[in-house]
């Protein structure tokens, strides 16, 4: 029996509130359905304005040092060497210190591997013109491609999550709230490791909400040949899934192990202990094997599976050995973690014991445990402690440099300018938060519908007693779980000693959940029915904006330090100016006070449209702006133009990694100031008639010039200059 629409008018007294006592089925009518639109057409023109808005000026910023430059570098690296296994490089190949890095052991192979493979699908970083990567509009783009792609997919992924297991009306808000963080836009335009930890860790949340979150079901099956294997579009994820991070890796170094390049190339190394031999490579082709009988156990027991709900507990361990692989031990940690808390608060431990862990244990070694195997094996104890303990365990405990050390009002204050404008939210968001936290677990049942009308349950009496508010009357188990898995990840990245502003990424995720679960709410008040309270909460959410508007522009460096390494210094200097931001900031202060006094729909439209041109702003004009000062591109735009064919480049006390990869290596390096060296060098190429460019800080001109011999000081002229940099040049005698 069909339910019959409720139609519902205020009076002047109850204007802005809603009926305290609703049946659930009724819900929905009070409120207009979405359009008449297939969900493909609205994915794909979703997805159509999110490359337009991250990818429009993609071209337009080159590379940024440190992080991208020195990424990129190893990713090139894997491509011209042929060599997916050792994440090799070094900073240059003429100098004292063309060593200085020999062995890149700080990060994790998936990264790389995606870098290096679209980079060798749009062919950059392969051609023998030195110049290349500095001109060509197809480097930038073929480098952040695998980190693009990563985000958006991480959107729709929670927007997807969101929707089967709340609303679609919240899932659609929790994708535009994630998509309009200023950190995660920025971060995923850039080539950054961090979109390869936040994007699989909020796949294995995701997963583990749709495997409990809803009703389980039996899974189809189809019967092909003498073989009755599970037929679905979750099955067929799984193996997709499986396919692209566990055989596809495990074969690609099972081949390189046994090809002839990488004979020819190890057979050339010393024989001296510690190094790798032919004796090394026979011994790590012997021990991937196992591997494949793990791979073919774990594809036999999906295919007994019976309930839809076994494939998302699958996929959950995919995930996390994903996780792994992309940024280390953090990944499985945060999912592990969540989950078993999760589990704990709702009163169910025993979805732990269903959970299927000695099957899902192999699925997570299958994936992350062979590259790791393959390169112990390879470099041996050095490489172990340097990744495992230096550069994962140790930033917990000891920290990594000086500058990146904090308390926790570090990153509460980076929150406000990396969910911006959704940050001012977060006073009024975080009341409903508690109460989402010490809720009954009620059965999911969505808010939101595409009909008119609805069926009504049998119980709908019973629902009619029991709901008092009408944002109670669905399920609190995703927003409780968002409001744990945002939690504990802001505490253990609080906790670690070693501290960057992009290390909140993962936060984000599950923080637009929250949001946009808020959101979608019947009524998503700023306050209680009080509007002396609504008004108050107002002016606590403009003080917040205010107060990160109001550092951006005393600060023009912040949106740059959201992705870079040093917070003080030349970092500081020649950012672009930050007012435009406060333009952007008035129209959402003027959507907060109308939402403070009762127009909420008014209110809310304003807020988001802030939130796209805040976002727009970031992308399109603050990042292309400061990319001429946080990039070598345009430096050596000049040096390939203006340069002879036998003169010579130097990169003197300066290592930010832009020189090595804007140049692929062909320069002469010191990175500590090494008078001596520097003045042999420059003597002996010019007595060969050469001309000699010389790249170091903006700060280390007058420095440079008296490191010269004195007969050549008065002939260096400055060619190009930004805030961080300084390219000189000495021309042939």
């Known amino acids: 029996m069909l339910a019959q629409p409720i139609r519902w008018t205020p009076t002047p007294a109850t204007r802005g509130q809603w009926p305290r006592r609703i049946p659930l089925a009724k819900v929905s009518d009070l409120r207009p359905p979405l359009p008449n639109v297939p969900a493909s057409w609205w994915t794909l023109a979703a997805g159509l304005g999110l490359v337009l808005l991250y990818g429009l000026s993609i071209t337009w910023c080159g590379a940024w040092d440190p992080w991208e430059t020195h990424y990129g570098e190893v990713a090139r690296n894997i491509v011209v060497r042929s060599d997916p296994m050792d994440l090799w490089w070094t900073p240059s190949r003429w100098g004292p210190d063309r060593r200085f890095e020999s062995l890149f052991a700080s990060k994790h192979a998936l990264p790389f591997w995606l870098m290096a493979a679209s980079m060798h699908a749009f062919g950059v970083g392969v051609s023998r013109d030195p110049a290349e990567l500095a001109f060509s509009p197809w480097s930038e783009i073929a480098l952040r491609l695998p980190s693009l792609v990563a985000a958006i997919a991480t959107i729709f992924f929670v927007a997807y999550t969101v929707s089967r297991c709340h609303s679609r009306r919240a899932g659609i808000w929790s994708g535009f709230v994630l998509a309009t963080m200023p950190l995660f836009a920025i971060v995923g335009r850039q080539a950054l490791t961090d979109m390869f930890l936040a994007g699989p860790v909020m796949l294995g949340w995701g997963c583990w909400a749709l495997a409990w979150f809803r009703d389980d079901k039996a899974l189809s099956r189809r019967r092909i040949g003498r073989f009755n294997l599970p037929w679905s579009p979750a099955y067929r994820g799984f193996v997709v899934l499986l396919l692209v991070a566990a055989i596809v890796p495990l074969a690609v170094l099972q081949h390189h192990v046994a090809a002839d390049v990488t004979i020819a190339r190890v057979s050339k190394f010393s024989a001296k202990p510690g190094a790798p031999s032919l004796q090394t490579l026979d011994l790590i082709a012997r021990h991937l094997v196992p591997y494949w009988l793990i791979v073919t156990l774990v594809l036999w027991r999906s295919t007994r599976w019976r309930t839809v709900r076994q494939i998302w507990l699958g996929s959950m361990y995919l995930a996390a050995g994903v996780s792994f692989l992309g940024k280390g031990i953090l990944g499985p940690a945060l999912i592990g973690t969540v989950v078993v808390v999760d589990s704990w608060v709702a009163g169910k431990p025993e979805r732990l014991l269903k959970a299927g862990l000695a099957w899902g244990l192999l699925a997570f070694v299958v994936v992350a445990a062979p590259w790791h195997h393959a390169m112990t094996l390879y470099r041996g104890e050095r490489w172990v402690r340097e990744l495992i303990f230096e550069n994962n365990l140790a930033r917990f405990s000891s920290g990594e440099q000086d500058q990146a050390v904090g308390t926790a009002m570090f990153y509460i204050r980076t929150l406000g300018l990396a969910a911006f404008p959704w940050s001012m939210l977060l006073p009024a968001v975080a009341w409903r938060a508690a109460g989402w936290l010490s809720a009954p677990t009620r059965p999911s049942q969505p808010l939101a519908s595409t009909s008119p009308t609805r069926e009504a349950p049998p119980d709908a009496a019973a629902a009619d007693e029991s709901c008092m508010d009408a944002t109670a009357c669905v399920s609190t ?240 002229r400055l060619e190009f200059s930004t805030a961080h940099h300084a390219l000189m040049y000495l021309p042939p005698p």
């Not at 949001?515 to 309270?533: E, I």
């Not at 480049?649 to 930010?656: D, G, Q």
């Not at 190429?685 to 008296?706: F, K, M, N």
């Open 477 to 716: 188990e995703l927003p409780r779980f968002a409001v744990l898995a945002a939690s504990i990840t802001f505490l253990t990245i609080t906790y670690s000693v070693t501290k960057y502003n992009h290390y909140l990424l993962p936060c984000l995720p599950p923080l637009a959940i929250v949001v946009g679960v808020w959101l979608s709410s019947p009524t998503p008040r700023l306050g209680a029915q009080s509007p002396a309270l609504a008004c108050a909460m107002a002016a606590v959410c403009l003080a917040v904006g205010a107060l990160t508007l109001r550092e951006l522009i005393q600060t023009p460096a912040w949106f740059a330090h959201l992705t870079t390494v040093y917070y003080e210094g030349v970092w500081r200097e020649g950012a672009p100016r930050t007012a435009g931001a406060a333009w952007i900031g008035g129209v959402t202060a003027i959507g907060v006070v109308a939402w403070g006094f009762g127009r909420t729909r008014s209110g809310l439209a304003a807020i988001a449209l802030s939130a796209v041109l805040f976002t727009h702003y970031t992308l399109n004009d603050y990042l292309p702006r400061a990319s001429t000062t946080w990039s070598q591109r345009g430096l050596f735009r000049h040096y390939f133009v203006h340069r002879q064919p036998r003169d010579r480049l130097v990169s003197w006390w300066l290592h930010h990694r832009g020189e090595t990869y804007f140049s692929k290596r062909r320069l002469w390096m010191s990175v500590s100031p090494r008078r001596e060296e520097l003045v042999e060098y420059v003597t002996e190429s010019r007595s060969e008639g050469r001309g000699v460019w010389l790249l170091t800080q903006a700060s280390g001109q007058d420095r440079l010039r008296h490191a010269l011999p004195r007969g050549t000081r008065d002939e260096l």
